[in-house]
């Protein structure tokens, strides 16, 4: 489920664009508990000076999600831990430089396909 | 008042782009009864790499709206059946290819203009 | 703490983008209390015709911030209106042209680097 709002720099290659979403994506599914095709993210491609990370000038990455309610606060953190694992391997991130945010929303604030409220059918 | 972050494939017209504008915007005065004036739309627009919807590599929309919590289910139901009838009219995006999301806050998360928290005077 | 997404119109100068991000996150520090290298913005340069904001043509500016809960209504008062100064005095965006929403969430919700959720520890 979670739409994932991802915000990188400008200018990188589809390798790396491709091991940022695959590598939450995969967090995502291992530690949540989401389904394996459960995948719905945006990219958004910024000017340096357009991902302000507190002094920050090397390669960073902020991103947020919006899921529903009900995830544990150790599921969150299990979370957290994995993408930063996954992205320090893959592209190679510092994990000084991954900001994470997450909102929650309820089962009807979803439609996925076909308008149809799936949560609440 | 929703603030609708609607994100699409790049290099589209401006004819796609403000069918899509009015498409969803249409859908939300109709569904949820917004002033007639109530439009306050962000268009992202990224490469398809950028744009995961499951495995979908044909057109696409991904949106999410922020807005006031109070609206019931049915008006929300009714919006997301709305939007994809109106987006598959025009500009013809498939019913299967258009997500939306919806997160809530409250009266006093908004400033519409002037620095004046208007739902709260 | 707050993760501020800010949307103006692309073409503008760098000097005109830091006066933007330099201005709203003043206005953070100032009003609700974050500390001083509480930095974290996304700015998305978008076309004229994907920053739809009622009628307006001339220059204009939308931004949702995400941040923990527990600000008062005074802190968020404030906050719309020194932002809106802020930027009107520079980099000279008509009070009328800036549209503030927020959308909370809580302690859980935030990892700022190193994968670890920095209020939950």
Redesign the interface.
């Known amino acids: 489920m979670p739409?994932v709002n991802i915000?990188i720099l400008k200018g990188k290659s589809?390798e790396y664009?491709?091991a940022i979403?695959n590598g939450i994506?995969s967090a995502v599914i291992e530690t949540m508990g989401f389904p394996d095709?459960?995948?719905?993210?945006?990219?958004?491609?910024?000017?340096p000076?357009?991902?302000?990370?507190?002094?920050r000038d090397s390669d960073r990455v902020?991103m947020?999600l919006?899921m529903r309610t009900g995830h544990s606060?150790n599921e969150?953190?299990a979370f957290?831990?994995?993408?930063?694992?996954n992205l320090s391997a893959d592209p190679g991130v510092s994990?000084?430089?991954?900001?994470?945010?997450?909102?929650?929303?309820h089962d009807?604030?979803?439609?996925?396909?076909?308008?149809?409220?799936q949560f609440?059918v």
Do not use: H, T
């Open positions: 739409l915000s589809p664009k491709k979403a994506n095709d459960d995948r719905y993210q945006i990219i958004n491609e910024v000017e000076e357009c991902l302000e990370y507190q002094q902020m947020f919006i606060n969150k953190k957290y831990s994995k993408v930063v694992e994990p000084e430089n991954i900001l994470i945010s997450i909102v929650e929303n009807i604030d979803w439609s996925f396909r076909r308008g149809v409220a609440v």
